[in-house]
């Protein structure tokens, strides 16, 4: 092995909560003003984004880099791209990076598809020389190609996006660094992006870092991957022990301690997630209580993520963007109960995020993996069939007809 | 040597500790990403808007008017013995491209931090492409300028003044704006990222800094006792010197010069280091 392409040691981030925020300067003067009568103030919390990560990464690697919200992983995705400075340790990258933290950086809606590739391109650190000999590349891969010289702005979001992802895939970055942007598009061009990226790990033996909560999108574009927690490096290894690793981690059923969770507002906080019986049985229903502590009255939805033992989102329910109704919370306690009534899960392990948010604008409290249960006996069909979730996880009724006789089967437990 | 041949792309992350100065390389090596931004600052501009290009002719013909309603009918403010509306115009020439410059600038932190906040390149040249995309107005409201000097010119009311050779100095003059208005909105971008009240504060300065500056009066009118408080203004010179050029009206000397220059590189080298080091973790504070 030769000298890797990437060398972190010790790198460290620190944030200053409360602090956080541009300030006006009466802010700045009372907080300096309670400094000198010796008060220390109440909302500065210091905190450890990322705190000693240390490893390395071999030219031709592609690494995922996976773990819960707040665990390190953007801010670790941030200093490598230098988006913000290491509080203290150091990088060493060994080539040209390139970074796709979102896709679409920059583009004017005003400009014309064709402007914004080469304004895009050059964001992105590209020549323009460079642009214009992948230009038709990048208007094939996107397939805009009648609508190249329309402003952007008349662009379908998936056509938006598609031509975003098109010019970020196109860049020849010795180092690329990619932070889930495979949840974007529909399901044809996701599956376009995610082989084009294994073409550049691959075949073009580039170092790719990717960070995405989708387990089965590491697991097929990684070889080995990092595991942070709390900011830590907790693992690094095959991209296979490190997903096993991760989703244990998260296999505390039924408790709510340990889960992180996302506080973006300070009147807000989910005290307690409790999920009433931790172990059900296929179209069981479940019934989560969850504690909020309301620091002043506020309006918000309440919604919920169930995930397969993968992480990879299976259902979604919002008060507000589905139900079309949000709570208005006096301050003080608030019980909000979620209550399934029944689900028709495969056997295995499930986690739940539950989140409160505006709706369709902003989120207030993320907790990922805020709950788990398990679904222990999953015999669905008529045969006898056991659901399990390699076949996938949901069951949905389904009829299929056709111009044939029918005949009935039995069947067992499929031996695994 | 073997070190620096592998290391031609190596980028070494790491906290950095007291100053730096201009990362040129990378400036230079960005120098595509900064013509597309002057173009797109350009074309967005004038795809906006109806007028489009047009607003850069009638914006100071307008200003001109109402300065000439105000000024000279109403406070009678002497012009020097030029007409009112070339006197003005001229005025406008480096004080608007000032103006202008310094606005974009002073926003480029706040108004990119949403992109900043996802990719990296070298954050100074987003201002660096406001002044040189302000250059296009300034053009503009030159040939205008041209336009009614000719006419006032020609016309039945000729008047004593003239524009000298020296108006071929003018780009030296322009350049000078652009380095001040770089470095005052390095400044107000930095601090207006660390407090929001600069954001403000920054636009009503701007407004008092015009009265302080001979845009409506000649420097000629200045008091003796106040003529110190004109001449540590840096924008002084450039003013007077552009009166000079191009209407023979002006009244520069060595040491506002000297004083104006020495002013103008102070304020660019500290807005500088100050927009370097707000900078490097201005994402965080967002």
């Known amino acids: 092995m030769g000298r890797p392409i990437i060398e972190v040691r010790n790198l460290s981030k620190q944030y200053r909560l409360g602090a956080i925020g ?395 | 040597m073997n070190e620096t041949t592998e290391s031609k792309s190596e980028t070494v992350i790491e906290a950095t500790h007291g100053l730096h100065f201009v990362p040129w390389r990378e400036v230079y090596a960005y120098r595509d990403l900064l013509w597309l931004l002057v173009w797109r600052d350009i074309v967005s501009r004038y795809k906006q808007t109806v007028l489009g290009l047009l607003w850069f002719v009638v914006q100071p013909i307008l200003t001109t008017i109402v300065f000439m309603a105000i000024f000279e009918r109403v406070a009678r403010i002497p012009t020097n013995g030029v007409p009112s509306s070339l006197f003005y115009m001229c005025g406008l020439l480096p004080w608007n491209y000032f103006a202008q410059t310094f606005q974009s600038t002073s926003n480029s932190l706040t108004s990119n931090a949403a992109m900043f906040g996802k990719v990296y390149f070298p954050r100074l040249v987003m201002p660096l492409s406001s002044v040189i995309s302000n250059l296009l107005p300034l053009a503009i409201q030159l040939v205008t300028f041209f336009v009614i000097y000719t006419l006032e010119k020609f016309g039945p009311r000729s008047g004593s003044y003239n524009m000298g050779l020296s108006a071929a100095l003018l780009p030296l003059i322009v350049v000078q704006v652009g380095i001040l208005s770089l470095g005052t909105g390095l400044w107000i971008a930095a601090l207006t990222a660390k407090f929001r009240d600069f954001g403000i504060l920054s636009s009503f300065a701007l407004q008092l800094w015009m009265y302080m500056t001979p845009v409506v009066y000649p420097l000629s009118r200045v008091p003796p006792r106040w003529y110190w408080l004109a001449a540590s203004n840096p924008m002084t010179f450039p003013l007077e010197a552009t009166k000079t050029m191009l209407l023979g009206a002006g009244s520069p000397t060595l040491a506002l010069f000297s004083i104006s220059v020495a002013i103008t590189l102070a304020i660019l080298v500290g807005g500088i280091f100050i927009f370097q080091h707000i900078e490097k973790t201005f994402v965080d504070v967002i």
């Open chain 1, 22 to 416: 541009a300030t006006s300067l009466r802010e700045e003067f009372h907080r300096y003003w309670d400094r000198l009568r010796g008060k220390p103030s109440p909302d500065e919390k210091e905190f450890w984004a990322l705190r000693d990560v240390s490893f390395d990464v071999q030219p031709g690697e592609a690494i995922g880099v996976i773990g819960r919200n707040g665990a390190g992983k953007s801010t670790l995705l941030k200093i490598l791209s230098r988006i913000t400075e290491p509080t203290s340790g150091r990088a060493v990258m060994r080539g040209r990076v390139a970074s796709l933290l979102e896709v679409g950086t920059g583009f004017h809606p005003e400009l014309t598809g064709r402007e914004n590739i080469f304004l895009n391109g050059a964001i992105l650190g590209m020549t323009k020389a460079e642009v214009r000999r992948k230009f038709d590349e990048i208007v094939a891969f996107a397939e805009v190609e009648k609508f190249i010289d329309t402003p952007v702005k008349h662009y379908s979001s998936g056509m938006y996006v598609r031509l975003a992802f098109a010019v970020a895939a196109h860049l020849e970055p010795e180092i690329l660094i990619v932070d889930e942007v495979l949840s974007v598009g529909d399901i044809q061009f996701q599956k376009k992006s995610l082989g084009k990226m294994r073409h550049v790990a691959a075949d073009e033996g580039r170092t790719v870092l990717f960070v995405s909560h989708n387990m089965a999108a590491v697991r097929q574009l990684c070889s080995s991957a990092l595991l942070l927690k709390n900011g830590r490096l907790h693992l690094a290894a095959s991209a296979a022990e490190a997903i096993e690793s991760y989703v244990e981690s998260s296999d505390q059923t039924g408790s709510s301690e340990g889960f992180q969770f996302r506080n973006k507002h300070p009147d807000l906080q989910l005290l307690k997630a409790d999920v009433e019986k931790a172990s059900i049985v296929y179209n069981d229903s479940l019934t989560v209580r969850t504690l909020w502590q309301v620091r002043r009255p506020m309006q918000f939805a309440i919604e919920c993520v169930i995930r397969d033992h993968l992480m990879a989102p299976l259902a979604f329910h919002g008060t507000g963007v589905i139900a079309g109704y949000e709570f208005v919370f006096p301050a003080g306690i608030a019980e909000v109960v979620i209550h399934y009534p029944r689900l028709p899960l495969a056997q295995g392990h499930y986690s739940m995020d539950i989140i409160a948010a505006r709706s369709g604008r902003e989120f207030f409290v993320y907790a990922e993996g805020a709950v788990s249960f398990q679904v222990d006996l999953a015999i669905p069909m008529q045969a006898g069939y056991w659901f399990s979730q390699g076949n996938g996880s949901v069951y949905l009724p389904c009829e299929v007809s056709a111009e044939a006789p029918r005949t009935r089967v039995g069947l067992g437990r499929p031996t695994p």
